[in-house]
């Protein structure tokens, strides 16, 4: 009986431990990014490309986002982030400004090691137009200094 429960614990132990590896193995490891960023608007074929620069994790903003809103002139880089969730590989939050009729965000990033994709959904206030950020990062060294994103 005792080397039974004993048995059980160490099973537990060791599958608590696989869990724990494998949700290590999803995020990305800590570093600079380069991140392409690019936004999709209804109706709109031309969609421009640019490119920034991230230190991971990110401690950026005031915000609290785990991951920058990078295009630029957008209210969102400025609002907090709520409902941060993560589900194995799969990490999601909202973005939400303050005021009646804000702009809001609610985005959904998929980690990888060394790499990141994610689409940040966008409501600007007062609009009734959804435009989408897309940004595609990978690891490219060590952090150089702990400085704002850097656009290119």
């Given at each position: 009986?005792?080397?039974?429960?004993?048995?059980?614990?160490?099973?537990?132990?060791m599958?608590?431990?696989?869990?724990?590896?494998?949700?290590?193995?999803?995020?990305p490891?800590?570093?600079?990014?380069?991140?392409?960023?690019?936004?999709?608007?209804?109706?709109?074929?031309?969609?421009?490309?640019?490119?920034?620069?991230?230190?991971?994790?990110?401690?950026?903003?005031?915000?609290?986002?785990?991951?920058?809103?990078?295009?630029?002139?957008?209210?969102?880089?400025?609002?907090?982030?709520?409902?941060?969730?993560?589900?194995?590989?799969?990490?999601?939050?909202?973005?939400?400004?303050?005021?009646?009729?804000?702009?809001?965000?609610?985005?959904?990033?998929?980690?990888?090691?060394?790499?990141?994709?994610?689409?940040?959904?966008?409501?600007?206030?007062?609009?009734?137009?959804?435009?989408?950020?897309?940004q595609?990062?990978?690891?490219?060294?060590?952090?150089?200094?702990?400085?704002?994103?850097?656009?290119?």
């Amino acid at each position: 009986m005792l080397f039974r429960a004993a048995a059980a614990f160490v099973l537990a132990g060791m599958l608590a431990g696989a869990a724990q590896a494998e949700q290590k193995e999803t995020l990305p490891q800590a570093g600079a990014y380069e991140v392409r960023v690019r936004l999709e608007m209804p109706n709109v074929q031309h969609r421009a490309a640019t490119t920034a620069t991230i230190c991971f994790p990110y401690t950026g903003g005031a915000n609290g986002a785990p991951f920058p809103v990078l295009s630029g002139n957008n209210p969102l880089a400025r609002c907090p982030a709520s409902n941060v969730r993560r589900d194995g590989a799969i990490l999601r939050f909202d973005i939400l400004c303050e005021g009646r009729g804000a702009a809001r965000g609610r985005a959904v990033y998929t980690l990888m090691p060394g790499a990141f994709e994610g689409r940040i959904a966008m409501v600007m206030g007062g609009k009734n137009m959804t435009m989408t950020e897309v940004q595609t990062g990978r690891r490219i060294g060590p952090c150089a200094s702990p400085a704002a994103p850097r656009h290119d």
